[in-house]
């Protein structure tokens, strides 16, 4: 059926009809309207995010690191280390490696992750430290840490940690010549077949 249009005074007559006797109006009024207070006008989030890990095998030793922006732009970092390092070395250095980029970059409030319970937990101060090694790392790590306005510490699995773990793996893997200067490296992700993009139409004419 045809819709109809309806007048508006029909509604008015209708609401006049039918008007509430007791009818109060709305007050508008905020109650503590006065203590409503706008952080951030922009709307957007100034936090950091660093995820680290550091690898040791046979081919070497490689300490891997990804900043994230609050823009979620991501800024990896792969750094080949040319000296002895133990699991707990390595990731110590894995990670003074992303704070020292993060500070690069400006970052002023930083959340870390790591997968190494002992480094988060040491840092934190949940572990005592008794490797006369590993204090001096701790110490200078701690130092680092002190340039940011605000910094959280937080342990994850293995497997969230997989982007850092592939740089550390690729440092630890690659031979490197240490006068050779490495464009960083552009990671892609693609969806279709290399060949799909040589195609301009089907033999045939069809799809």
Not at 1 to 25: F, Q, W
Not at 62 to 72: M, T
Not at 90 to 119: P, T
Not at 161 to 188: C, R
Request: charged share 30%.
């Amino acid at each position: 059926m045809t819709r109809k249009a309806v007048k508006g005074s029909i509604i008015a007559d209708h609401l006049t009809d039918h008007a509430m006797e007791n009818y109060e109006p709305l007050n508008f009024d905020l109650p503590d309207e006065d203590v409503i207070v706008v952080e951030n006008k922009s709307g957007e989030s100034d936090q950091w995010t660093l995820y680290f890990d550091g690898a040791v095998n046979v081919s070497g030793n490689g300490a891997g690191a990804v900043v994230i922006s609050p823009e979620n732009k991501q800024y990896p970092v792969s750094t080949k280390l040319l000296f002895e390092c133990t699991n707990n070395t390595i990731e110590y250095e894995a990670c003074i490696i992303g704070l020292e980029a993060a500070l690069e970059l400006k970052a002023k409030k930083l959340e870390v992750f790591g997968d190494s319970l002992l480094i988060i937990c040491q840092v934190k101060g949940e572990w005592q430290t008794k490797e006369e090694k590993l204090k001096l790392y701790q110490i200078y790590l701690l130092k680092l840490a002190d340039e940011f306005e605000e910094i959280k510490f937080t342990h994850i699995s293995r497997d969230k940690n997989q982007f850092a773990d592939a740089l550390a793996t690729l440092a630890s893997k690659t031979q490197v010549d240490a006068k050779s200067k490495i464009q960083p490296i552009d990671i892609e992700v693609r969806s279709f077949q290399a060949h799909y993009y040589l195609i301009e139409e089907s033999p045939d004419g069809k799809p």
